[in-house]
């Protein structure tokens, strides 16, 4: 009797082709919305992806830092998997108490991040997740807001990377996994 295996998992790359949808003129015109919600609804595209972040830096944190508010999906589910304390980045305006606050240039726009002050001990590692890379400039405030927090940035994980807008540029030289590049 031969026995059959199971077939090999399908890597997050191949769940995010098969499932990234994408808007022209969205939010205005002459912009493509690529859109990651039809990735995470599905339950094994999102594990796929959590699993793909989690090993991708397994080791070299002690916290995630999640930006709103896609980042917060990313960063609870890879906290959780990992045993890790996790980290909210809010928009400006949003968050109780002593706050620190970085201004950033996004693709339409410009806005605010805000991180409240000595949740973690000092040096503490921490890896930033968001679901897009752009321009950079809210991975790069972010970045900004974990290294002035007293921590230390050990790398940053999206689950795209629009290379077109050369965002990676504005991060530094530090790590940066993108499980997509488009």
Known sequence: MT????????SALHHVEALLASYPDFPKPDILFRDLNPVFADAVAFRAIVDDLSDQHRG????????E???FLLAAAVGYAAHAAVLAVR????LPGTVLTEEYELEYGSARLELEVGQL?????????DDVLATGGTIAATSRLI??????LTGVGVVLELTD???RERLG?????????L
């Open 69 to 71: 508010a896609r980042g």
């Open 165 to 167: 807008l050369h965002g």
């Open 91 to 94: 928009k400006g305006g949003k």
């Open 60 to 67: 070299q944190f002690d916290a995630v830092a999640g930006i």
């Open 173 to 181: 030289t530090g790590p940066v996994h993108a499980i997509m590049s």
């Open 121 to 129: 001990p000092a040096g503490s590692r921490v890896l930033v997740l």
């Open 147 to 152: 290294e002035r927090a007293g921590y230390t």
């Open 3 to 10: 026995q059959l295996s199971a077939p090999a998992p399908k």
